[in-house]
């Protein structure tokens, strides 16, 4: 039982280039989220997916798309990075989305 | 904007000593959770209280939730050097499936 997983775990891009951050879970849970993390400033929601098939944007979506591609999957693309990206990804996943969130070991992106 | 608000930013207190931090919130909850997150780390679950709750245990933690002033408030006792962590509160709203997280406290056990 590996709870929540990312990939990559660290990333430098280019501005301009694209990337997907990949998060799996095995937990059978339905809500999916994945936030950034940025000194001061706690976490901030960017999409989440509150069951299989459906997508909302949260605090900070502009620059990124999700796909919720099944039940375990939940991946977020960054089409053209830009140095604001520059951040600590969090995915994260709970039962019915009121409850307990559990966290990815996150991924670190550096955009030049 | 964050829903909650963590009070105080940082904490330094030595091995043994209790620690208390506060988070204050703007609207009506379903529940409010606290998270742990060593440096580097991802953010770990502690305790979730109801709004129907007024306050709750796990080991060394308190929770206390006052509803009628939107504020919770966290208590370790007898701190360890393990507990050095930042502590974040997180609400999530009636009618609604996502948390909102505070910017956190920073906790400093001193040995």
């Known amino acids: 039982n590996a709870g929540v997983t990312q990939t990559p775990k660290f990333q430098v891009l280019k501005t301009g280039q694209s990337m997907t951050l990949q998060c799996a879970q095995d937990?059978?849970?339905?809500?999916m989220y994945w936030y950034r993390q940025d000194p001061g400033m706690g976490l901030r929601l960017i999409y989440y997916?509150?069951?299989?098939?459906?997508?909302d944007k949260g605090e900070v979506p502009n620059g990124y798309n999700v796909s919720r591609l099944n039940k375990r999957e939940f991946s977020l693309r960054l089409e053209s990075a830009a140095p604001s990206q520059t951040s600590v990804y969090f995915c994260?996943?709970?039962?019915?989305?009121?409850?307990?969130?559990?966290f990815g070991p996150g991924t670190r992106l550096l955009v030049l | 904007s964050q829903q909650g608000e963590e009070d105080p930013q940082a904490l330094s207190i030595q091995e043994g000593e209790n620690a208390t931090m506060n988070c204050s919130y703007k609207?009506?909850?379903?529940?409010l959770q606290w998270y742990r997150q060593n440096s580097g780390r991802g953010l770990v679950h502690l305790i979730l209280?109801?709004?129907?709750?007024r306050e709750k245990h796990s080991g060394r933690l308190r929770v206390t939730l006052d509803t009628s002033k939107k504020s919770s408030s966290l208590l370790i006792t007898a701190s360890r050097a393990a507990d050095t962590a930042s502590y974040f509160c997180?609400?999530?709203?009636?009618?609604?499936?996502?948390?909102?997280f505070g910017a956190g406290t920073t906790v400093t056990v001193r040995a």
């Open positions: 994260a996943s709970s039962l019915t989305g009121k409850e307990t969130q559990y």
């Open positions: 937990m059978n849970h339905n809500s």
């Open positions: 997916s509150a069951s299989e098939g459906t997508t």
């Open positions: 609207t009506s909850i379903n529940n």
């Open positions: 209280i109801r709004s129907n709750e």
């Open positions: 997180a609400t999530v709203l009636i009618n609604d499936y996502k948390l909102s």
